[in-house]
């Protein structure tokens, strides 16, 4: 079986294994349904539809890179 790391559930903030289990990345079906709700609550939402001119920052990015990285070392 796949190892996973740990990663913190989206809905109650705990950590663990999440994404080995039936309901990864919730810790629980009660989790997933949580954040099932707040989507159809529209507390979550898609605020407008992504253009070609939202992803012209990422055009010179090397392969492999994350957007999220900051070039920065995080102490």
Not at 21 to 49: A, M, T
Not at 56 to 73: F, H, I, L, N, V
Request: hydrophobic share 20%.
């Amino acid at each position: 079986m796949r190892s996973y790391p740990n990663v913190r559930c989206p809905t109650c903030k705990q950590y663990g294994d999440w994404f080995s289990g039936k309901y990864g990345p919730f810790c629980s079906h009660r989790c997933q349904l949580i954040d099932l709700g707040k989507w159809l609550n529209e507390d979550y939402r898609i605020s407008e539809p992504l253009r070609p001119e939202h992803l012209e920052a990422y055009e010179e990015m090397p392969p492999g890179s994350s957007a999220d990285e900051t070039g920065q070392d995080e102490e």
